[in-house]
């Protein structure tokens, strides 16, 4: 075997491997090499294609020169399956695209809904790849079909691709199919599976090395996309990344893992435009030896913007975002969502659920990185992104995407420059002042009717959305890392922000401008609650019904503010606890719980009397709480040993 021969199969071998998805063919029913085959007259019947004679296990081989229609691995119009093939364009072009294997008796089938749903009898691809070396091409797919696409994959390993870029495509599900890109240019949106019709479920996009990608959707199903993912090792995405993307079906359990790279837009582990953004994911940074991520745009877990959004996440171990980060964004509401933040920087927001009614269970948990300000759950007044993920069906954005250029790079740098900024505010901005990087004004989209849940169903939500907006029941915790603007259990300026709880540790640092908020909106105290474990400094607090000391040093304050302390609200009684006690340090006669320089105000409130049978090892003791000044302190009183202490 020659030389040649043995790099080019090499070759196959590792586009094989990388796709893990093809499988081994059995012996080619044919082999085209261009030039030298002949071009044939495609399905159109006006351009000059490479076209095999046989549906399957065919390998075609684009050298070099220019094909003005077509290069098909393998092709059938019929309802069989075509499979096994495989495309290598080593250099050249062709104009109207690359496909590994295309079975369709049309590119836009005027089929029976009822009929696409079954997908049988429609003709398949299954196991077809295309592997792009160098070289122009417009539009790509492993594997078009009617039917089923499955399995299919493309390698991207240098060269320019334009128009449509899927690993599989087709009007009924699509499955298993992956695209990987480790360099050359993408001047499209990098798709690992597109149904048109019908739900795309477990396809795949990874790129790395120094790969330009202008977008890119692990899955792209019009019926839901279900357990899509995007891995980014490297290289440069220009504008946004979706796990996967549904128009009118739900989005569960898609992914974005963002290790190294950067991109130009909007990360969402899944966004379902209509119904139900639930259980996706976006990871960013996790420890690999490669430069951290960086992200100009927003971050989310999963984002519907009709319907609810349960259970997304996002976790950050390090890089950059510009934008705000937020675990779960749902227009009818968001439930059990959360961010969470280990290392790396955030300009904007930290957010556990965003919604545009309902905001509650969702939580932030900071113990590393810096952040501009934390939110339990908000209320809003759009729940997208500016400038969302665009939808995948083929178009060509390259135009518009480099109109805008340079807008990620000036939104970064303004971004920034507000973060540190942030640090000379005053110590008492307006309530519901939060971070600056917010999204645009968007114009109104035309109200749909909810189809997140079916009419006495668990959580139906009803159309007109009566009653005040809620942010109630969500959690900040911050036990590391640093806060420089706010913390706040819960926002709904216009409504009901209560019961939510923000907790923080000795090693967190917060800035001296940082205001701690139990919730900002027309009822913002009821409920909400602020723990401080050991010694914490930081601007201001207000709206918190609820103040709970653990473990409060003997020597020092526990919460010192460089501010105003606002510790009640007009006919209501403020609860004060102490929660544990370190044994190891001997009992002084008071604790100073709150120093506030600002002064400390009951705002027409009470505090609650006194607080008795608190442990400190064998013994138990009471506590009165006043404030003294600009302090609020426990007075220790009727120390005794506690029941059954030797």
Known sequence: MSRRMTQLSALLAQGLAACALCMAAPCQAETLEFPGSPLKRSFDGIFSSLIPDAPSSNTVIVREGAIPGRVYGGSAKGEGTVSGNTVIVQSGSATRGVFGGFNSPSENPALPKEKLEDAEGLGTAQANTVILLSGTISGAVGGWANGFAQRNGIVVSGGTLTGLLAGGLSYAPVTGNMVTINAGTVKTNACGGVSRTGMAFQNRVSIGGEAVVLEATGGEGSGGAVRNAVFLWGGAVEGGVAGGHSD?????????????????????????EDLLASRNIVVLGSPVKADPPDCHGFVTGGQSGEGPAEHNAVIMHRGFVAGNLRGGAGASFASGNKAAVRGGAVAGEVAGGVSLHQASDNSVAIDGGDVADAVGGRIADD???????????????????????????EKAARAREEARERKLREAHPEPGATSSAKAAPRQPKPKKKDKSRAPGSPGAQETE??????????????????????????????????????ELGSKASFGEACVLQGGVGKEAFEGNALEVEGQVK????????????????????????????????????????????DPATPLPERFVLVRAEGGIDLAGGSLQASQEGIVHGAELFDCDFAVEGNELVARVRNVRKAAGAK
């Open 383 to 409: 729940v997208e992104a500016p400038g969302d993920v665009a939808r995948m069906l083929g178009v060509d954005k390259a135009a518009s995407v480099a109109q805008d250029k340079a807008a990620p790079e």
């Open 465 to 502: 959305h009566k009653g005040p907006a809620r942010a109630c029941g969500n959690t900040v915790a911050v036990t590391g890392g640093r806060v420089l603007g706010s913390v706040t259990g819960g926002i709904s300026e216009k409504g009901v922000a209560t019961g939510n709880t923000v």
């Open 538 to 581: 930081a601007g201001s607090a207000r709206a918190f019904e609820r103040w709970r000391f653990d473990r409060p040093p003997a020597a020092e304050a526990c919460l010192q503010l460089a501010g105003k302390a606002v510790l009640g609200e007009k006919g209501r009684t403020t609860q004060i606890a102490i929660l544990d006690v």
């Open 248 to 272: 009118s079906g739900t989005a569960v359990g898609n992914e974005v893992a963002f290790h190294a790279g950067t991109v130009g837009g909007h990360v969402a582990g899944g966004i379902a």
